[in-house]
């Protein structure tokens, strides 16, 4: 079974310049994550979609982070315009059932801003 | 708010020896707890997943045990190799959030 696949693996940036990232999760998993984790931190929620729609982006910065899962299987994470503190790995994951079911992440796309 | 704390941040042990790992929880009402294994520079890789209704999981040398009235998660790991060197993440999928929360993890290195 192949796993979550994520892309670009690198990326680095100017500040004030933008940036995609592409997930393709799990076949057959209705739930898909974005997770950012900084530095020594655990991975932190960023958006979590059920199918094509959002289920919690509470903790998306909106004023530069953006995301979409158009047709409930790929997603993209853009950010326009990235800022220093945005250097982190963005990792996408993917589960069968929302809510209750485990989570496998991807490996990860690591930004860094200049 | 769910916070997740990991003790310690940081391990060394000589190989063979096993170990315990410690997460614990700040909000009991959890639906499952998921124990990961992070290399350097790649994602997370799934170890055991336990339901708020189970006390314990094992995997080949390792073991998750969970006690959820104490908010409490250990991760045993019998007769340690070196190729366990990891950073080791504890996660908690908190009750009506629908996500998980992560804690920061504890650095093992296992020495040959």
């Known amino acids: 079974e192949a796993g979550v696949a994520q892309s670009p693996r690198y990326k680095i940036i100017e500040k004030r310049q933008s940036v995609a990232f592409w997930c393709n999760p799990i076949?057959?998993?209705?739930?898909l994550y974005w997770y950012q984790q900084i530095l020594g931190q655990g991975p932190k929620l960023l958006i979590q979609?059920?199918?094509?729609?959002?289920?919690?982006d509470s903790q998306l910065p909106k004023d530069r982070f953006s995301a979409e899962r158009l047709k409930g299987v790929d997603s993209t994470l853009k950010i326009q315009p990235a800022k220093l503190e945005d250097s982190a790995v963005y990792l996408c994951?993917?589960?069968?059932?929302?809510?209750?079911?485990?989570?496998?992440f991807g490996e990860g796309s690591r930004l860094t801003v200049l | 708010k769910q916070e997740v704390t990991q003790i310690p941040a940081a391990l060394s042990v000589p190989e063979g020896e096993n170990l315990v790992l410690n997460c614990s929880f700040t909000?009991?009402?959890?639906?499952?707890l998921q124990w990961f294994r992070q290399d350097p520079g790649k994602g997370l890789t799934s170890l055991l997943l336990?339901?708020?209704?189970?006390r314990e999981q094992t995997s080949g040398r390792l073991n998750a045990s969970l006690d959820k009235s104490s908010g409490r998660s250990t991760l045993y790991i019998a007769a340690s190799q070196p190729g366990d060197s990891a950073t080791y993440l504890c996660?908690?999928?908190?009750?009506?959030?629908?996500?998980?929360?992560f804690g920061t993890g504890t650095r093992l290195t296992v020495i040959p």
């Open positions: 979609f059920q199918n094509n729609g959002v289920v919690d």
């Open positions: 076949s057959g998993h209705a739930t």
């Open positions: 909000d009991s009402a959890i639906y499952n």
């Open positions: 336990i339901q708020s209704s189970q």
């Open positions: 996660a908690v999928g908190a009750t009506g959030a629908n996500n998980l929360f």
């Open positions: 994951a993917s589960s069968l059932e929302r809510g209750r079911g485990e989570l496998f």
